[in-house]
């Protein structure tokens, strides 16, 4: 029975996540409670019509008095099951919004109208994000122009891509396949054409790739109309360039030595104080704002208005290849 309902409302989509899955028993349950609630309304609205109507010029409407206890349980057993419903949703959203720390990470950049998909390798693809299944995936995403909304319809999320900062999905594919990637956001002209392919392979199929080789390797190699660029830097090698020629090293080390500003070394996942007194975790978002708004937030014992802004001086890939070199540095 339960069996049937769930699959009665389950949309037409695969399910290529344990998330995905969690999501369709979700919406299931909200679909028939409403359901249930509707119909159950509706019937007694209608008895109660049938059953008071005015049955002559005589009828005199009763006085009703409230009655307490029925008020209070139906207020309080709604409280709970909208409670229990929101702490079931809200399980779900947290888990797609925090990526365990040994998850493979991928750089997503949106810019009108295409994806582009940057791996810690060097390797970048446009429009298309390989991933191995049974792994947890961080995306870290970007855009270099306007909103997007990076969206899988087949894992059942969607997040919004905002410029200037990050914004993170994380998610476990368990399907092997290739799925639809959209673009969820109005973005201009093109933004119906803005569209990607998620192709799940398997952990073998997916070292191949990266080695490029293989049939999944040979096969992208052999398709460079698909926007793959397979011998560009590893990030933290084009990163550490960028160390060198951008004149950071000048003020931060990457030793964990002292000079003018902190030292490199170490940094990511290190929480710090502030000037003001609050503390912060060094992720993604953080080094990447110390770089492009450094007077932000300021670490206690630091001066702020030392470092310049290299905003305007630095593009979304070279900050991206900056953030995985210092987080390279542990
Ligand atoms: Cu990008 Cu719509």
Known sequence: MVALLLSLSKPDLPVASAIAATVDTLYAVIFWISVVCFV?????????????????????????EGH????????????ILVMGLFVWGWDVYIETRTPPMNAYEVNVVGQQWSWNFQYSNGKRVLNTLYVPKDTPIKLIMTSSDVLHSFYIPALRIKRDVVPGTYQFLSFTPNLAGEYDIFCAEYCGLDHSHMLGKMIVLEKADFADWEDGIGKYGKAAAAKPTAGEKTNTKPLAEMGKELYTSKT????????????VGPTLKGLFGKTETLGDGKTITVDEVYIRDSIMDPSKAVVKGFTAGTMPTFKGQLSDDEVNALVAYIKSLQ
């Open 248 to 259: 950071c090293s000048a003020c931060h080390s990457d030793d964990g030595s002292s000079r």
């Open 68 to 79: 307490t206890p029925t008020e209070v349980s139906i207020s309080v057993g709604l409280f």
């Open 40 to 64: 159950t309304i509706v019937a007694v609205g209608a008895y109660f019509v049938f059953k008071y109507r005015r049955k002559s010029d005589a009828d005199v409407t009763p006085y009703i």
